[in-house]
């Protein structure tokens, strides 16, 4: 399957860690991206090739990768960080760009 | 600094044509694609399509293929998409958005365009 598949939600209380994952076979050969999007907004990067980090993105961002899952670690979430979070890939020799469903964190 | 700036927000009855536009700034716009992502109320992304405005090589994806059009004037730095007859069910916010050099990822988004079918 060209699908990448996400939690629907994620819930944490402040200070604690978040994790969410993206499932799929696509991940196996190529790199995936995070996005964060907060209501009435445009995506934003957080994520790139898995594990890079934008200027500008807290520290307390991070991302890994094992086989076709990778995982976006929030680490000390704040309120700030309550968003819906996408992953990505995309290969222009296949034509071919996927979103994941997207997951909602809760910050409660 | 980066920017894309897209056109406002559209209220279109079935049936209608409509061209949206994004203008980029802050680089060469000539030398990244620029790609178009649906987000349909409370949903989620999906990739529409992308142009290379340096010769308009432009790529759909199979659900949208042959449901609209992608364009860009490199003259004018502007990225378009656009529909011959919309229907209720394009309803959604549409975003344009730069590929990174690597062309597998959109590393610059607009700000949005909103547009609402309704009769």
């Known amino acids: 399957s060209d699908e990448l598949t996400q939690p629907p939600s994620v819930s944490v209380s402040p200070g604690q860690t978040a994790r969410i994952t993206c499932s799929g076979d696509?991940?196996?050969?190529?790199?995936a991206y995070w996005y964060q999007q907060k209501p009435g907004r445009a995506p934003v990067v957080v994520m790139y090739?898995?594990?890079e980090r934008p200027s500008g993105i807290p520290d307390r961002f991070s991302g890994s990768s094992s086989g076709t899952t990778v995982t976006l670690t929030i680490s000390g979430v704040q309120a700030e960080d309550e968003a819906d979070y996408y992953c990505?890939?995309?290969?222009?020799?296949?034509?071919?760009?996927?979103f994941g469903g997207g997951t909602k964190l809760t910050v409660l | 600094e980066v920017q894309l700036v897209q056109s406002g927000a559209e209220v279109k009855k079935p049936g209608e044509s409509l061209k949206i536009s994004c203008q980029g700034s802050g680089y060469s716009f000539t030398s990244y694609w620029i790609g178009w992502v649906r987000q349909m109320p409370g949903k989620g992304l999906e990739w529409m399509g992308i142009i290379y405005p340096s010769d308009s090589d432009t790529r759909y994806s199979p659900s949208f293929q042959g449901q609209v059009t992608i364009s860009a004037d490199k003259s004018i730095s502007t990225a378009y998409l656009q529909w011959s007859s919309l229907k209720a069910s394009d309803t959604a916010m549409y975003y344009c958005?730069?590929?990174?050099?690597?062309?597998?990822?959109?590393?610059?988004w607009g700000q949005g365009t909103l547009v609402t079918v309704s009769s």
């Open positions: 990505q890939s995309g290969d222009i020799t296949t034509n071919y760009w996927v």
């Open positions: 958005a730069r590929l990174g050099s690597s062309v597998n990822w959109f590393d610059h």
């Open positions: 696509p991940l196996a050969k190529q790199y």
């Open positions: 090739k898995d594990s």
